[in-house]
């Protein structure tokens, strides 16, 4: 079956430093990967959809700069969030969908702890 | 943008009691999705049920989109049961680009 494996679970970081977060899909092609992140409060943002060999299309109130992306095949995909702070933290979320699939299938997300 | 408006936020069951959660959405284009998030955190996908009545198990899954409306019912619930339902409306043709309810939080007890 399908699965989305994510790691690290949990990260702790200082304030202002990064964390960088991987995604991988294991029996299936992921051409699409869409990640979300999840606040405290059980909310959820799109930050990003990545489709492969195409250009990264960014959520407004995210940028490339803060979250960098990167989708180099369809089995895995990574972000990094630079410089997080109190208003990062949450559980960042990767779905990968297959060409003709009409669902996402989600990983176990990468919660974020900012101290 | 769309919204979507998930009730009740919390349910308590006792275990081998039904459940039903409510979700409305504010447009007639709903390629509508239920999903299941684990206490963990893990998003399962339930149902894909853009229009009509699917069933899985003890799950029932009926979307009315003239109405702007899906339901999720649960019947005799478990334990395992206990986590957060939420439904999700697609804004896009990606299938990707998803906008959540709020989740309904259940908990079955013994």
């Known amino acids: 079956g399908a699965l989305v494996y994510q790691y690290p679970r949990r990260t702790i970081c200082k304030s202002g430093t990064s964390m960088r977060m991987e995604c991988q899909a294991v029996g299936f092609q992921a051409t699409s990967v869409a990640w979300y992140r999840q606040s405290p409060q059980k909310t959820f943002e799109l930050i990003a959809l990545?489709?492969?060999?195409?250009?990264?299309?960014?959520e407004q109130n995210f940028t490339q700069e803060k979250f960098p992306i990167s989708h180099p095949n369809l089995s895995f995909s990574s972000m990094t969030v630079l410089n997080a702070y109190l208003e990062d933290r949450g559980l960042y979320l990767c779905?990968?969908?297959?060409?003709?699939?009409?669902?996402?299938?989600f990983g176990e997300g990468s919660r974020l702890i900012v101290v | 943008g769309q919204q979507v408006q998930q009730s009740p936020a919390s349910l308590v069951l006792q275990e081998g009691e039904n459940a039903e959660l409510q979700c409305n959405f504010s447009?007639?284009?709903?390629?509508l999705q239920w999903f299941y998030q684990h206490p963990g955190g893990r998003l399962v996908s339930l149902f894909y049920?853009?229009?009509g009545t699917k069933h899985t198990g003890r799950l029932t899954s009926t979307t009315v989109t003239n109405e702007r409306r899906s339901s999720l019912h649960i019947s005799s619930s478990q334990t395992t049961d206990s986590g957060t339902y939420f439904c999700a409306i697609d804004e896009s043709s990606s299938f990707s680009k998803l906008v959540f309810g709020q989740g309904t939080s259940l908990s079955v007890v013994p």
């Open positions: 990545s489709t492969v060999n195409s250009a990264i299309k960014y």
């Open positions: 049920n853009p229009s």
């Open positions: 779905g990968a969908r297959v060409d003709s699939g009409n669902t996402l299938y």
């Open positions: 447009s007639t284009a709903t390629r």
